[in-house]
Every structure is written in C-alpha cells, then in structure tokens.
C-alpha cells in the first residue's frame, strides 16, 4: 500500500479488521470503501463512501494523460521482494487481450480461477477476457486440489487457466469415475510438464493448450494452440524479434537453452519496454540496450518452437555445468508419492555448490530418500542429481501457489537432511 502510494482502498467488509490493525502505517491512504456484507457496524470514521456519479459516463469532463500510470501489478516475489511493474495508459495491454480474448473465448462461456486478481493470469486473461467476450467468470476463493473439480462441474465451466504446479498437484488427487465428466472445452496452462500434458487430456477428457506470457515481460505473448508439439508454448508472432542468449549475449544453437530476449523499440518510453515503480535500478537491468530479459531460460527446435527449460535465476552451477532447477524438479515430481519438489543450491564444501531437494508428499504415502535418488538417477545427469533431500509437511507459498524458494533456501542444510553420498541423515 505504502509503496504504490494508494490513497483509496476498496475492500469486502470481511477484511476491515485487517486495515484496522495497520491503518496507523498507512502513509498515503485517505479513503476506505466498504462493500457491507451484514448488519454489523462499521467504524464512520474509516469508510467516506463516493458521491453517486454526476457526469454523463459517455463523455466524461474530464480526459487522461496517456503517459499517466492506469495500472501498477506487483511480480510474485518468490525469490525477492515484489516489484510493482507499471502500466501505463499508451502501454497497457488491453486491446492486445481483446484479440486474444476473441480467439480464445465465446460469450457463451463460462470461465473459472481459482488465482487472486492481483494476479496477472487472473486479472488479464481470465477476467478482462471475459469483459471483452461478454462471458461469464467464476471466481474461486482459493485453490483446493480436492475440490476443484466438483467446482469446474458445479459451475458449468467450459475454460480454465493453469499455472506453475497445479496440473501435477491435480494429477496426484485419487481417480473418480467423475474425473472425465465435465463441460471444459480447453484448458490454458502455462509451463505444464511435457509429459503430463496428454495424460491429463486423457484423464479429465479436456484439450490443453499452452500460453507463455508475464507480467514484467513487455506485453508479449506466445500460444501454442495445437498448433506446436507437445511440451512448447510455439512461436512468438511473426513481427516479435527476439533472441535466445547466454550470459555472455552470444546468440545460442538450437537445442541449447538460452535467455529469451525480446527487442523494444522507440527511444524513451519506447514499446515493449518494461518499467518498475520507484525503481530505476530493476528497470534499467530488465529493459537494457533496446532488449528486454524475461529471466526465462528457453531452447528452440530446428523447426522454431520454443520451450520453457527455468529461470535464468533458478540456474545452478554444479560441477562447471549449469543445472535447470526446474527440470530437477519435474523429473522428482514424477514420482507417485511426491507432491511438490523445490531444488535449489546450497554451499559446498568446494568451490561451487550442492544441490539440494526440499520435497513434500502426496496425503498418506511417502518414500525413502535413496529410493527417491535411485528413481530420478535414471533421468538425470550424475552432476544434477540432488546431494541433499529434505522432507516438508508443506511449503511456505505467495498467493499465487509459488514456492517461496527464499524462505527455505535460507534455512539450508537443517538437522534431518539426508546426505546421498554420506548416505546418512544429517
């Protein structure tokens, strides 16, 4: 709130204790709106409710500077603190969605999320899509694997957006001769594992297409439609110039992953570019030279499909090779018993790092750690196979299901880590 200099605040009546615990640190904040949802009293002096709106909506008195801030959306904050990306009013990305949403949707749809709206996925593709299609939204209050079907069945819903782990968290829930019974003409994922992608069509009796696209990532968007193998979210539009580097800015072979990097153009305030709120610093690092770096780590095929390998930040050096957080990730969750799986690096007794394996299991199974070593040994490189694996209950999360990989990466090696070649708990 402080950062984003809010002085309005709209709120359900639900949350009105919360600002009422911190309203003395609010710097800017001069109004609260509350939507009342029963009898109870709400302090006067913290609700200064809006005048009914005297203007004609057609032709409103007053215009808009198209260099003034519409839109501030906070990243996810899963290895840092959140950086409010700004939208401003020559740059915002709506008539781009309306194309989208006109591809994609019907009015006749019934659309579903179980995301915050303050995420981008939520509020872009699934809500302003349906504004723009004139279909209906179902919104979730948060997400829950053993019930979310019933919802998706409940509700009617024809479509439904996917992030991160939710396919093979949903893929772990027991099987139900309902599983195929549903009214879903697609689902959209993002990053959803190769090799869960016809499985899950065949369980739940859905198509699945894949959609890249960030909040911070200059308004570009890929699809694959079908129209891309398995596995790849396709090819940026024909006029999208961009590059596959490595650290050094060398433009990478196929088959090698790469930074995708996406070019602006113009001079200041140039299109594409991406700009942090109160830090020049973050933008200048992320829109550089005319180029904007996603983070994203791809490869390309001989054919030019791109595929999702990590993030350039979750990138490990082991051994003087690079290892994909991600892809250690994927091949450890492929295991029945495995729920979630966060891999990231921890010191070594030598000059570069360990890896290590923080994993959560699937509600009342579990498995040894040398078993779960000897299961991914096969699929992974020596050098990438996890030193250290520990065992959670449960991950600490941001709102949006990410794995606050920070949080746990500073706790490091705690008593009960398994040690793979000492091959002894810690």
Not at 223 to 239: C, E, R, W, Y
Request: proline letters at 5%.
């Amino acid at each position: 709130m402080n950062h984003c200099e809010a002085q309005y605040l709209v709120i359900d009546e639900m949350y009105l204790d919360v600002v009422l615990k911190i309203k003395d640190r609010l710097e800017k904040l001069r109004t609260v709106i509350v939507n009342p949802s029963s009898m109870s009293q709400i302090p006067v002096n913290m609700i200064n409710l809006l005048e009914a709106y005297k203007e004609s909506p057609l032709k409103p008195a007053n215009g808009y500077d198209k260099d003034g801030i519409c839109l501030i959306t906070y990243t996810s904050g899963t290895t840092g603190l959140p950086k409010g990306v700004v939208y401003r009013y020559r740059n915002i990305p709506i008539k781009l969605l309306s194309l989208v949403a006109h591809l994609l949707y019907r009015e006749s749809d019934i659309l579903y999320t179980a995301m915050k709206l303050f995420h981008g996925n939520a509020l872009f593709v699934t809500f302003t899509c349906g504004l723009h299609t004139g279909a209906r939204v179902v919104l979730a209050r948060s997400f829950s694997a053993s019930s979310f079907w019933s919802d998706i069945r409940k509700h009617n819903i024809t479509s439904f957006n996917t992030i991160g782990a939710m396919i093979p968290i949903l893929m772990k829930q027991p099987e139900s001769p309902l599983d195929r019974k549903n009214n879903v003409r697609f689902v959209l994922s993002a990053a959803c594992p190769t090799d869960l992608w016809r499985k899950f069509e065949k369980r739940y009796n859905v198509t699945l297409n894949e959609a890249y696209g960030a909040v911070d990532g200059g308004g570009k968007i890929i699809l694959n439609l079908g129209t891309a193998p398995v596995g790849s979210i396709g090819k940026p539009p024909m006029k999208v110039k961009y590059r596959l580097v490595d650290t050094c800015m060398n433009d990478v072979p196929d088959g090698t992953p790469g930074e995708l990097v996406f070019a602006t153009t113009g001079g200041k305030g140039r299109k594409g570019a991406v700009e942090y709120f109160k830090n020049e610093e973050a933008s200048q690092e992320k829109s550089d030279s005319g180029l904007v770096f996603t983070g994203d780590l791809m490869k390309r095929d001989r054919k030019g499909y791109l595929y999702f390998v990590g993030r350039n930040t979750e990138s490990m050096r082991i051994k003087g090779e690079n290892v994909s957080a991600f892809q250690v990730e994927q091949i450890i969750q492929k295991h029945p018993a495995v729920l979630e799986a966060a891999v990231y690096a921890v010191p070594s007794e030598l000059a570069e790092d360990e890896i290590m394996a923080s994993i959560a299991f699937v509600e009342g199974q579990s498995i040894k750690e040398k078993d779960l070593t000897d299961f991914i040994r096969d699929d992974l490189p020596k050098f990438a196979v996890p030193r250290y694996i520990r065992v959670v209950k449960e991950f600490p999360k941001t709102e949006t299901f990410r794995i606050k990989k920070k949080e746990i990466e500073e706790q490091g090696i705690v008593t009960g880590t398994y040690d793979t070649i000492a091959d002894c708990y810690i």
